[in-house]
């Protein structure tokens, strides 16, 4: 192994596509750092639904809930013909 390969990521694809090294856009890894964030908005705005309802703040509409459950599984249904 030569000291650039031990410095620098050599693989074929780091940096372009190339042979199973990945795309390596930059492009690739901007959205996989807002797929991140948008996970860590998700937890914080999960950790406070559940804070309100341990406090029993927080009142859930059963027919909310099923007429989303029913679109979502309808969008799926579409989806898969």
């Given at each position: 192994m030569t000291v650039m390969a031990l410095r620098y990521d050599t693989r074929p694809g780091r940096f372009r596509p190339g042979n199973g090294g990945g795309s390596g856009s930059v492009r690739g890894a901007?959205?996989?750092?807002?797929?991140?964030?948008?996970?860590?908005?998700?937890?914080?705005?999960?950790?406070?639904?559940?804070?309100?309802?341990?406090?029993?703040?927080?009142e859930i509409d059963p027919g909310k809930v099923a007429e989303a459950i029913i679109v979502k599984l309808l969008a799926t249904r579409e989806a898969k013909k």
């Open positions: 901007r959205a996989s750092q807002r797929a991140n964030q948008m996970d860590d908005a998700r937890k914080m705005k999960l950790r406070a639904i559940q804070e309100r309802l341990e406090r029993e703040e927080y």
